[in-house]
């Protein structure tokens, strides 16, 4: 049998055993098509893999191309920053407004730019999430599930009452909504009484249609970054800290969970939740309505930096960076098994975009930075300390993933048939963040001097070798990933 690829002497992780297996991979036309000690078999390509681990590529469910950069742009960058760290899916969230393509309107008009855009570009295979902005968008989800394969969509809780980077007296120009609408938790109901007409409309495949949920509570922050700033006694990150308090995520997610009650949309995720009150709030909520399908997603960044140790007011995001406490609660709550999957939340997020001409100012800075290249490696790092296994990383990192957001069959797991998207990763080398080194064109990064002890240096996306020892190969040959995924 001669295959296109064989793939030697790898562990092989899946998230099936915590059991590494000492094997080959060997991949025709995209897929794998076998795994074992494949002897005499030959390959047009053979890799030596050395003994490193061999895991499923990340699912990352959570980036964001193209909101401060042209998204030809970072289609291109930020996906070879994503590749170099493992990832072979990105899944990013679009809007109309402000930022992105900077454009309202309907769907119809916009999403086929989007597409235009990003196509031959991605080095990884991508999909997009997008958020309803307006009674027209909502009145043609079942359209983009159709035509175009798009089956997770977004809310925003913040965005009618309080701005991107801070506060905002005029939401509605920022998100460019039509004159008379209000993007409120009235326009939340509906959006997810549409999605659920969705799923009940195409009963196949609801189990892939879902709702994901940006819980901050307007008001609260509105309040709170008024009060930090007047009192002047918090600064940095610990001040934007301040300024979206946890208990904000705690109440947009009961105010979010019951709305899924009330219009009886089964399938929630709930994004970065960012420390212990957080989670607590979402648990609660899954056992108050477990008729609700809840999922629970948590950054890396989160993970891994408070306030006090990320690296300068370049951490700002949203939610916030918490405290350290809030950083043990997250762990302990992921070793408990009630974080489904860890994601980037990439946004790239240039020096001068960032930081403008008040450096030092956290409010005025803009929120959001990238980490895709990292989510992997500090995912190993910091999660074979605390005893995470490496079976639970796959599942947190790609078999999770995959299955909720329609890439089931395909995606999230070396096994025969499904798509040969792998890394490889060297366990005993020990390497320290620094950004020079990233293929983002962010200059900077929150996670700058941490040292980690697991390095990606392949990537696979479909059998195509798009990194090669750290240095990405070839032209692009990343897909846009109708969803849901078909097996054939």
């Excluded at 469910?61 to 170099?84: F, R, V």
């Excluded at 599930?145 to 701005?163: A, D």
């Excluded at 249609?209 to 007047?230: G, K, P, R």
């Amino acid at each position: 049998m001669n295959y296109d690829l064989i793939v030697r002497d790898v562990r092989l992780v899946t998230h099936e055993s915590p059991q590494t297996v000492l094997t080959d991979i060997a991949v025709t036309d995209g897929r794998v098509a076998a795994i074992g000690h494949l002897g005499d078999a030959t390959a047009t390509t053979t890799v030596d893999g050395g003994g490193k681990l061999a895991l499923p590529g990340v699912v990352d469910a959570h980036q964001h191309w193209g909101i401060y950069n042209p998204l030809e742009i970072d289609t291109e960058t930020e996906s070879k920053a994503a590749a170099q760290g493992g990832v072979t899916t990105g899944l990013n969230y679009m809007r109309t407004g402000q930022y992105y393509l900077n454009k309202g309107g309907a769907y119809r008009d916009v999403f086929p730019e989007v597409l235009e855009r990003s196509q031959g570009r991605a080095y990884i295979d991508y999909a997009f999430h997008l958020a309803p902005m307006s009674k027209e968008q909502i009145g043609e989800i079942p359209e983009l599930i159709k035509e175009h394969g798009v089956t997770s969509f977004k809310i925003f809780m913040f965005y009618g009452g309080h701005g991107l980077h801070g506060r905002s007296a005029d939401q509605s120009s920022f998100l460019m909504t039509p004159e008379g609408e209000r993007y409120d938790l009235a326009h939340f109901e509906f959006v997810m009484r549409g999605i659920q007409a969705a799923r009940e409309a195409e009963p196949q495949i609801a189990d892939s249609i879902s709702l994901s949920m940006h819980c901050e509570t307007a008001e609260i922050m509105s309040a709170y970054t008024a009060m930090v700033e007047q009192e002047g006694r918090l600064t940095g990150l610990e001040a934007y800290s301040a300024s979206r308090p946890p208990h904000s995520e705690g109440l947009a997610i009961s105010i979010a969970s019951y709305l899924a009650h009330e219009t009886r949309l089964a399938n929630i995720n709930l994004l970065h939740l960012s420390g212990r009150k957080a989670v607590e709030a979402a648990l609660l909520m899954a056992r108050t309505f477990p008729h609700i399908n809840f999922r629970r997603e948590v950054t890396i960044g989160h993970l891994i930096a408070d306030y006090h140790s990320a690296s300068g007011i370049g951490g700002k995001v949203n939610p916030p960076l918490r405290s350290r406490d809030d950083v043990e609660g997250l762990w302990e709550h992921v070793l408990d098994g009630e974080i489904d999957w860890v994601v980037s939340d990439h946004a790239c997020c240039r020096d001068e975009m960032k930081f403008g001409e008040e450096r030092d100012d956290v409010f005025v800075a803009r929120s959001g930075f990238g980490g895709a290249e990292y989510l992997l490696p500090a995912l190993i790092t910091e999660g074979r300390r605390r005893g995470l296994g490496l079976d639970r990383i796959a599942a947190l990192t790609a078999w999770n993933p995959a299955q909720r957001y329609g890439l089931s069959g395909r995606k999230g797991v070396v096994k025969v048939g499904y798509d040969a998207d792998f890394c490889l990763v060297d366990d005993s080398r020990s390497w320290v963040v620094r950004a020079e080194d990233s293929f983002s064109t962010q200059e900077y990064t929150p996670f700058e001097g941490v040292e980690l002890s697991a390095a990606v240096t392949d990537t696979f996306v479909r059998g195509h070798h798009v990194l090669a020892d750290g240095v990405i190969q070839g032209e692009p040959r990343g897909q846009y990933q109708r969803r849901p995924l078909t097996t054939e």
